[in-house]
């Protein structure tokens, strides 16, 4: 697949700027996505690497997330043009990898994400506006009875909420949500492994727990305008060039069985404080 082609159009971009989120059917191949599913599916570290976090209701919801995007497979999605310049397009200019993770809803147990806008947690990284966006690229097909996203179509414009923290989680102002949900549209996005969701920093999503026998794992690469470089440190980088990577290479990264999988973890727990200073 060429850059080019997968550009977003004048169309696209303005439903972002009006919804805050857009969904790219089909921007990666079936075998491009098969094999991040199979990486992904069969990662033994990125199994022991993962962090389970109590979603407030006694259910269990399991991520592993890396900083820098790496050389392997998952650095690939992250890196190729036809992801990051489209993200460029969507926020005006350059951007830099703020972090990825894989979300690995399972089968039966994958607990739920309260409704939350991803702001909530940056913006205490010292982030100073919210001029970044997010790619979900769906490894497993995404329905509403494995716990899809969930998203408020149109909330980006509602600007940041406070959040308060429930179990391990950081959900929005439950009032504001409440109100919110009575004016915008709640939108179920299924996808199909290769769709891709590109979507706004103060967008409230949210998704239900997996109460169906397939599980539902999602790569979700994190962007921020190299212009945003956050005034403090954090467990998340500052600024650093995004070295980006021409489409196919995606494909010659993947069928490299043995470097496949190369990437440095980080440790959630230990490091991420954005939940946890809101109840400082």
Same mark, same amino acid.
């Given at each position: 697949?060429?850059?080019?082609?997968?550009?977003?159009?004048?169309?696209?971009?303005?439903?972002?700027?009006?919804?805050?989120?857009?969904?790219?059917?089909?921007?990666?191949?079936?075998?491009? =996505?098969?094999?991040?599913?199979?990486?992904?599916?069969?990662?033994?570290?990125?199994?022991?690497?993962?962090?389970?976090?109590?979603?407030?209701?006694?259910?269990?919801?399991?991520?592993?997330?890396?900083?820098?995007?790496?050389?392997?497979?998952?650095?690939?999605? =992250?890196?190729?043009?036809?992801?990051?310049?489209?993200?460029?397009?969507?926020?005006?200019?350059?951007?830099?990898?703020?972090?990825?993770?894989?979300?690995?809803?399972?089968?039966?147990?994958?607990?739920?994400?309260?409704?939350?806008?991803?702001?909530?947690?940056?913006?205490?990284?010292?982030?100073?506006?919210?001029?970044?966006?997010?790619?979900?690229?769906?490894?497993?097909?995404?329905?509403?009875?494995?716990?899809?996203?969930?998203?408020?179509?149109?909330?980006?414009?509602?600007?940041?909420?406070?959040?308060?923290?429930?179990?391990?989680? =950081?959900?929005?102002?439950?009032?504001?949500?409440?109100?919110?949900?009575?004016?915008?549209?709640?939108?179920?996005?299924?996808?199909?492994?290769?769709?891709?969701?590109?979507?706004?920093?103060?967008?409230?999503?949210?998704?239900?727990?997996?109460?169906?026998?397939?599980?539902?794992?999602?790569?979700?690469?994190?962007?921020?305008?190299?212009?945003?470089?956050?005034?403090?440190?954090?467990?998340?980088?500052?600024?650093?060039?995004?070295?980006?990577? =021409?489409?196919?290479?995606?494909?010659?990264?993947?069928?490299?069985?043995?470097?496949?999988?190369?990437?440095?973890?980080?440790?959630?727990?230990?490091?991420?404080?954005?939940?946890?200073?809101?109840?400082?």
């Amino acid at each position: 697949m060429k850059s080019n082609q997968s550009l977003l159009t004048p169309q696209q971009i303005s439903d972002y700027d009006r919804d805050g989120y857009i969904t790219v059917r089909g921007l990666f191949t079936s075998e491009e =996505a098969g094999l991040l599913g199979e990486t992904a599916h069969h990662d033994n570290a990125m199994d022991k690497a993962s962090s389970t976090m109590d979603d407030g209701s006694g259910n269990d919801v399991r991520l592993a997330l890396w900083n820098h995007p790496g050389d392997g497979i998952y650095g690939m999605f =992250a890196r190729c043009n036809r992801v990051v310049d489209s993200v460029e397009q969507l926020l005006g200019g350059e951007v830099y990898h703020y972090h990825s993770k894989m979300i690995l809803k399972d089968a039966k147990v994958g607990g739920a994400w309260a409704w939350h806008q991803d702001y909530g947690y940056w913006y205490q990284n010292g982030v100073l506006y919210p001029d970044l966006c997010s790619v979900m690229m769906a490894v497993d097909a995404a329905t509403p009875e494995n716990g899809c996203l969930q998203v408020m179509k149109g909330s980006h414009k509602l600007g940041r909420m406070n959040h308060i923290l429930s179990g391990d989680q =950081a959900g929005a102002d439950l009032e504001r949500v409440e109100e919110a949900g009575k004016r915008l549209e709640v939108v179920h996005v299924t996808m199909d492994p290769g769709d891709a969701l590109f979507f706004h920093a103060n967008l409230l999503h949210a998704s239900d727990a997996n109460n169906s026998d397939k599980s539902r794992w999602a790569l979700i690469c994190c962007y921020n305008s190299a212009t945003n470089d956050p005034y403090k440190d954090s467990h998340h980088p500052r600024y650093t060039k995004l070295n980006k990577v =021409a489409d196919d290479k995606v494909l010659e990264v993947g069928r490299d069985d043995v470097n496949r999988s190369r990437v440095a973890f980080a440790d959630l727990v230990a490091d991420d404080q954005s939940a946890k200073s809101l109840s400082d």
